[in-house]
């Protein structure tokens, strides 16, 4: 917008000698009293009030825009041309409002051709808008008086609004295609905002939320926002434990301040798909400028809301804390709590009486979570710093149907205990309660059976469970013996509330259809072991004798047990005794 007013004034007051100097932050103007006060009143009062003291130096404290803004000014007030762009628009509006160049003193003064050229060309446009807002960052609090923020802050939302509308599945809509093509789409405007502080940062993304911008759209702005003006939130994040101890300077200050508006302007986790990544970098960066409580408890929350789609890595969060493990376990622990209460709360607002069972999709995300933390356990538990209590802690807070098998809970404890050779006896007994025998592998429970970490009560457990298990097997039982064991609280009390009543049935529930997992494992074990037998005796075949010896050796194993498995294989049995025993002194053998 170029400024034509009239072409002679230059003319007129070329040959005139300035009769009024004004002097604007330590720079002098020499001019002309009359076309200042022909459009300025503030300039008209100050020379009004300097004739008393017959002065011609006038002073002008403050102005917005500095020196700069008050020449275009000057050259609006003598008529001269020059250009209304976005980069002065907001400085000659605040610059205008200061010498009071309203209507009272001429017709289309500097004040209404500047809203002129905002309402016409700044809010019509996005880029223009953000701007123009980072331009008033700069100015002083008459931009927010004359409304020049609220307007392009709106105009930004109602632009970008409109812009999706217009988009459509081109744009934004994009919830069927790959996350290349839908991060494309959502960066055409994102871009631009990042260029703001961030108090009219957080003023833009809320008019966006009440204009209605699709919550994914938000998110990839504040992922944006974070990346770029928070250091060490990206894959490369550095970090520095010793930088805690020193005095924090302004910059980490500001990190600080960044960091715990973007967590509050994060949308409701139900309506958007914030990356899990993403989180635990906010988390690892507001452990590091010390953030609010709040802030770190709510995106510990937010982590727990979805914990089930974490990896490994990113539980792995540095300890800041001298002297303390070399992870912080706390915030797992934390994080673990609140994931274990969203799933009761999901139980609880289940109101029906069909339980959920195993296949729930809130069991699911629980017999995830247990495998994931038992390979965070056996991650920290070389630690030589990590406390027992802390260890225990973290074994303990998971229910036991969060786990099918215990093997990784066994490998867990097994590495602490090597890494950790001091432990005490009653210690080492408090760690391998923990392991459920009946819920071991074969392959675990032969490791536990000769493994001379563990207290000799834990081994004699596994044994006998072992042998359990298979006399059942080779018996024809189906496992009726651990199943009549676990229902015996099955049946409710009558002196117990119908809600106290339905949670114990669903907790039997639970625990059957657990025991059939675990059941259905172990099948899959021992059809392994047959086939394996099977190849044995085909691949023997060819020697007469050494196919009979491993019948009779096979034979013998069976009867270990002396199960009634019927006539025939007893009577095998009776007659292979002597091999029996060797086989079973072969099998336990502790080396």
């Given at each position: ?23 604007v932050?330590?720079?002098s103007f ?12 503030k300039?008209?009062?100050m ?20 020196p700069?803004t ?53 809010v ?10 980072s ?22 939302a ?54 209605g911008?699709?919550?994914d ?6 992922m ?14 550095i ?19 960044i ?6 302007l ?21 452990i ?6 709040a ?5 510990e929350?937010?982590i727990?809301?979805?914990l ?9 969060i ?8 070399l ?5 797992v ?10 799933i009761?709360?999901?139980?609880n ?45 973290m074994?303990?807070?998971?229910p036991?149907y ?32 923990f ?21 000799v ?32 609280s099955?049946v409710?009390?009558a002196?117990?509330?119908p ?11 639970r ?7 675990r059941?259905?494992v ?8 047959q086939m ?27 009867g ?14 009776r ?10 002194s ?6």
């Open positions: 917008m170029v400024i034509m007013l009239n072409p002679f004034a230059c003319r007129i007051f070329s040959d005139v000698a300035g009769d009024i100097t004004i002097v932050d330590g720079e020499l001019l002309h009293k009359f076309p200042l006060v022909s459009r300025s009143g300039i008209r009062k020379v009004a009030d300097a004739k008393d003291s017959n002065s011609s130096k006038l002073e002008l404290h403050n102005i917005p825009g500095g700069q008050f020449e275009l000014a000057v050259k609006f007030c003598y008529g001269m041309n020059f250009e209304i762009t976005t980069a002065n628009v907001a400085s000659l509006r605040c610059a205008a409002e200061y010498l009071e160049m309203t209507e009272d003193y001429q017709d289309e003064n500097l004040i209404v051709r500047t809203e002129v050229y905002l309402n016409e060309v700044v019509q446009s996005l880029e223009k808008s953000v701007e123009v807002l331009i008033c960052e700069m100015l002083p609090p008459v931009a927010e008086e004359v409304g020049i923020v609220n307007r392009c802050v709106e105009a930004v109602v632009n970008a609004c409109k812009e999706q509308l217009v988009s459509g599945l081109s744009r934004l809509d994009c919830n069927g295609e790959s996350d290349e093509l839908k991060s494309g789409c959502l960066e055409w405007w994102i871009e631009d905002l990042s260029a703001l502080g961030i108090d009219y940062y957080q003023r833009v993304v809320c008019a966006m939320g009440r204009a911008i699709r919550p759209s938000i998110t990839a702005s504040l944006h926002y974070a990346q770029a003006s928070l250091k060490g939130i990206g894959k490369f994040q970090w520095n434990p010793a930088r805690m101890k020193s005095n924090r300077t302004m910059a980490e200050n500001d990190q600080r301040t960091l715990e508006t973007l967590v509050s994060l949308p409701n986790e139900k309506s958007s798909s914030i990356p899990q990544n993403f989180l635990f970098g906010m988390l690892r960066m507001g590091m400028v010390d953030a609010s409580i802030c770190k408890l709510e995106l929350r937010r727990a809301f979805r089930e789609m974490v990896s490994l890595d990113d539980l792995l540095p300890s800041i804390q001298t002297g303390d493990s992870f912080d376990v706390d915030t622990h934390r994080i673990l709590i609140n994931f274990l209460q969203r009761e709360d999901e139980d607002d289940d109101c029906g009486y069909e339980s959920e069972g195993l296949g729930s999709p809130g069991h699911g995300s629980l017999l995830k979570v247990g495998r994931l933390i038992d390979a965070y356990l056996a991650e920290i538990a070389p630690d030589p710093y990590l406390s027992l209590q802390k260890f225990i802690a074994l303990e807070i998971l036991d969060s786990r099918v098998i215990d093997d990784g809970l066994y490998r867990a404890i097994d590495i602490y205990l090597k890494a950790h050779p001091m432990l005490t006896e009653h210690e080492c007994k408090k760690l391998c309660k392991i459920d025998c009946q819920k071991l592998s074969q392959e675990a429970s032969n490791h536990a059976a000769q493994n001379d970490r563990l207290p009560q834990m081994a004699v457990r596994v044994l006998y469970f072992e042998q359990l298990r298979l006399q059942n097997a080779l018996s024809g039982s189906s496992g009726d013996g651990f199943l009549s064991q676990r229902m015996s099955g409710p009390s002196a117990m509330s809600r106290d009543n339905y949670a114990s049935l669903r907790r039997e529930n625990e059957l259809k657990l025991e059939i997992s059941m259905r172990r099948l899959s074990e021992l059809e392994k072991e394996f037998m099977k190849q044995g005796m085909i691949d023997k075949s060819g020697n007469g004798k050494t196919f009979l010896t491993s019948i009779s050796k096979g034979i013998g194993r069976i270990i047990f002396n199960g009634p498995t019927g006539g025939k294989r007893q009577k095998s049995s007659k292979s005794r002597g091999d029996g025993k060797t086989g079973r072969r099998r336990y053998s502790v080396s």
